[in-house]
Nanobody, 121 residues
């Protein structure tokens, strides 16, 4: 069973940048796609970006969010720039079997515990 652990959240000023990390363990021989989601208070959890086993990716929230991976470290990153107060949320990484990316949270089987990002001056 996959396990995902996010880190890198914190307090950042508006206009700043942040890089989140998601360490993935427990791989089998199956391929997995990893997505980043976020959930703000009283809002639906929304998909931000997704990356497939061999590194191709999709972005659902524009160029301020960039996903990447380091296969040697079993880590997927989310780089965020020009942060705004409305980016304040709990950020999650999630995994689903197969080389299929989408931003539909119900299709992801495994989730991390989340990391809080707060954008405030």
């Amino acid at each position: 069973q996959l396990q995902l652990v996010e880190s890198g959240g914190g307090l950042v000023q508006p206009g700043g940048s942040l890089r989140l990390s998601c360490i993935v363990s427990g791989f089998s021989s199956d391929s997995y796609s990893i997505g980043w989601f976020r959930e703000a208070p009283e809002q639906e959890r929304e998909g931000l970006s997704c990356i497939r086993t061999f590194g191709t990716s999709e972005n659902y929230r524009g160029p301020r969010f960039t996903i990447s991976k380091d296969k040697n470290k079993n880590t997927v990153y989310l780089e965020m720039s020009s942060l705004k107060s409305e980016d304040t949320a709990v950020y999650y990484c999630a995994a689903r079997r197969g080389d299929i990316c989408n931003n539909n949270r119900s299709t992801y089987e495994y989730w991390g515990q989340g990391t809080q990002v707060t954008v405030s001056s």
